[in-house]
């Protein structure tokens, strides 16, 4: 690890300097991007100690693989996917563990959310920012992981279906379906139609 | 309203229909105020979704999140390393063996089929006198399993009594 300051370099030059083996940039670039990363863990897990964990994972594969990254995206971008395919991974162990046949089941059927009443109040007008955060993260929590992930993925990381499809090794149908139904739900948790339990 | 109307709408807001079904789907949002409503609730759970990401933060502080990445890269590294030192000798030693096996096998086939021709035409011609009578010839060949065998007619030791008898 060397004791240059990397603060006012820019990403491009710290990736450089990183995959020469200069840690301290890494390091720097650990500090730049870490909400971030930890954020779209949290997102799709759901838990603060496996966020962190899988975060973590994600910077030491970046490191290993940083010779590979070419700049064709920016590097946020690229880390937000290492991070992304971890959380898919794990969450197919979670799948794995316990079958989601009622998820399974609800989206052959339809769903309930299919028959709920159009929310006709924007549900989140007038909320105080923290409220409104505080609501959200209970909605995000009472969704299925399946559900969950295909909002994340289309709304946080501005997925399109296709690319939804094959990190969830989904059709795009089953796409649509399932960010269909998450949103509803969604959208009944945010106006209290359905309270937390 | 049904179910494919309803993933339609849903496209039309995240941009993934194509033109052609767009249009129909636009036309649609004018006449009816179910459509409308749905696409409503639909950008409003988007609008609320926007920017939620960015208030989450990492709740711990930057040295101890790095020391635990950095302390594992270290271990890794570590791991790596005697695999490195390990299989590099063994990597140059199979640089080398490759074009020696490939020789080797060279030399030997070479030596067997030099052999074989060798073998073959000391065993495939083989001539004997074996009878005491030396008139007798034994000819083999090992490879075709064939054996052929000479007798003078009369033979010599007869035709050697035949000239006694004509001299007593």
Redesign the interface.
Known sequence: ?TDKDHSSADDKSLVRAAQKGD?GAF?EL??RH???I???A??MMRN?EEA?DL???A??KA??RLKQFQGESSFGTWMTRIVINLCLDQLRRHKRQRAESIEAMDEES?GVE?HMP???V???EGLE?IE??QR?DQALSQLSEAHRTA?VL???EGM??KEIAKAMECSIGTV??R??YA??K??AL?SDLKKPE | MKQELQLKLQAYLDGELPDGEARPVAGLLAQDAEARALLAELKNTRAALAGFEADIKLPESREFYWSKIEREIERQSAMIEPERKFASPFASFRRILAPVCAIAILVIVGLVAIRQVDFSDRRGLEVKAEFVDGGALTYRDHTQGLTLVWLPYPAESEAALTDTDDIL
């Open positions: 690890m840690m390091e650990v500090a870490r909400d971030k930890y954020a779209r949290y997102s603060e962190i975060s973590q994972e910077w030491v490191w290993q339809g299919r159009v929310v006709t924007n549900p989140t920012r409104l955060r959200i909002i289309c709304e946080f399109e279906y649509m379906s960010l269909f949103r509803r969604m959208a945010l």
